[in-house]
């Protein structure tokens, strides 16, 4: 049954893309531009950069959590399950330090926010929603600490060259961020249908893009005269995180036993968190 509904759902959505093709083109290429701006370059740097530290003994000298934790802060999701799962891969830690950390290792790119978001609504509401969701991302990991965590091995060093090291690195790399642009460019084409053939509200505009891709989500709040609604929204799109963020994880950690659903309930209890953060902050 599930299947048919997928297969009826995929045929719908493949006869709405044909009748609609010069509007989802034109949307799909404005969110192409949008995604290289905004996420492609640095975001491919730092996963090739992040790669080749652990083939070169990085770990040796530096914590396998704490370097999970720092580079999911800089890097921005999904980039938590990906460091994750390769130190899972190669057995620096184990299953039940993936699963604790898959709570809480959910971060936005710092320079998007700071950056980006804050020509949205203002750099004091951009810095409210990163302090609001680092806080609160923190108050997850100390309910789910676990004592009993360990570190398998953190003397990683590779005996393959550098240039096969480099090659590698970068393959991963670009596999990762097509599943990243591939999941997003569905979600945003589905959101394009919905609010093409449903009159809805600016708010709701945002809401039913948010829901779908994060980044249309939060541009999309451009829309809304408020800003401080446009900031709790943006803050609820980043801290739960889409269903194209939800997919990338899930495809991330496909090939391993680390618990998604860990990841799900991390996010709504931090969504629900930060909320409440973010409200105390703004109303000081």
């Known amino acids: 049954m599930k299947k048919r509904l997928i297969l009826l759902f995929l045929i719908l959505l493949l006869i709405l893309i044909f009748l609609n093709s010069n509007y989802i083109i034109k949307n799909i290429i ?9 996420l492609f370059f640095y975001t491919f740097i730092i996963y090739v950069i992040t790669s080749l530290l652990i083939e070169y003994d990085l770990l040796s000298i530096l914590n396998p959590i704490h ?3 720092i580079m999911s802060l800089i890097s921005g999701f999904p980039s938590g399950p990906k460091y994750i799962r390769d130190l899972y891969n190669k057995s620096i830690i184990d299953l039940e330090t993936c699963n604790y950390l898959i709570y809480y290792n959910h971060y936005p790119n710092p320079l998007f926010v700071i950056g980006s978001i804050s020509s949205i609504i203002s750099r004091k509401y951009s810095i409210y929603i990163l302090l609001s969701i680092y806080i609160s991302n923190f108050i997850i990991s100390r309910i789910y600490k676990n004592n009993n965590i360990s570190i398998s091995n953190n003397n990683y060093i590779s005996n393959n060259s550098f240039s096969y090291n480099l090659t590698n690195s970068i393959y991963n790399s670009i596999k990762t961020i097509i599943i990243i642009y591939g999941t997003s460019i569905i979600s945003v084409i589905i959101g394009l249908l919905i609010t093409k053939y449903f009159y809805i509200n600016s708010i709701i505009y945002s809401i039913t893009f948010g829901i ?4 249309k989500g939060i541009f999309s709040t451009t829309l809304i005269h408020n800003k401080r609604i446009s900031s709790i ?6 801290s739960f995180g889409s269903i194209s963020i939800h997919l ?11 618990s998604y659903k860990n990841y799900l309930k991390g996010r709504f209890y931090s969504t629900f968190i930060s909320i409440i953060i973010f409200i105390m902050m703004s109303s000081l």
């Open 67 to 69: 370097y999970i934790n």
């Open 30 to 38: 404005d969110y192409t531009y949008l995604f290289i701006n905004n």
């Open 212 to 215: 779908f891709d994060l980044t």
């Open 233 to 238: 929204l943006i803050l609820l799109f980043i």
């Open 248 to 258: 990338q994880t899930k495809q991330i950690l496909s090939d391993t036993d680390i």
